[in-house]
């Protein structure tokens, strides 16, 4: 997710849980007298996709600095691509910004020092500015 890599080594263990993809469609109601609503589709919302993520000094990781660079992707409004293994999202067609970032403080250590917190974050598509066919021509 742009330059924050997810993965597991002998010495850090840096992953997502719990991943869903929404979509939702866009529709009008034109109300008739005295007869059923005619529903028009009037097309697609932007995709948004959650997950969570533990970020822990337990498991190499340090939350401090994890949790500044994502908040500092989400308040600027970075532009991310999204990969999976081998798989870019949506094909290289969109791009995600950071939505939200809840962030549940979890463990510290004697001296206030962050040493464990779960982040859920909310991803929402970034469509490119021209139009993209994904349907047969």
């Known amino acids: 997710?742009?330059?924050?890599?997810?993965s597991v080594s002998q010495n850090v263990i840096k992953t997502f849980?719990?991943?869903q993809w929404n979509g939702t469609s866009r529709y009008t109601t034109h109300n008739r007298h005295l007869r059923a609503p005619i529903v028009e589709f009037t097309g697609r919302d932007a995709d948004t996709i959650t997950f969570?993520?533990?970020?822990s000094a337990y498991l190499g990781v340090n939350p401090r600095f994890e949790?500044?660079?994502l908040t500092e992707m989400q308040?600027?409004?970075?532009?991310?691509?999204?990969?999976?293994?081998?798989?870019?999202i949506w094909g290289g067609h969109s791009r995600?910004?950071?939505?939200?970032?809840n962030r549940g403080l979890e463990r510290f250590d004697k001296d206030g020092e962050m040493l464990s917190m779960k982040v859920a974050i909310t991803l929402l598509e970034y469509p490119p500015r021209k139009r993209v066919r994904y349907g047969p021509k």
């Open 1 to 6: 997710m742009g330059d924050v890599v997810f």
């Open 17 to 19: 849980q719990n991943m």
């Open 52 to 55: 969570n993520i533990t970020l």
């Open 67 to 69: 949790i500044r660079r």
């Open 75 to 88: 308040r600027t409004g970075e532009v991310l691509t999204l990969v999976l293994g081998k798989w870019i």
């Open 96 to 101: 995600w910004v950071i939505r939200g970032l």
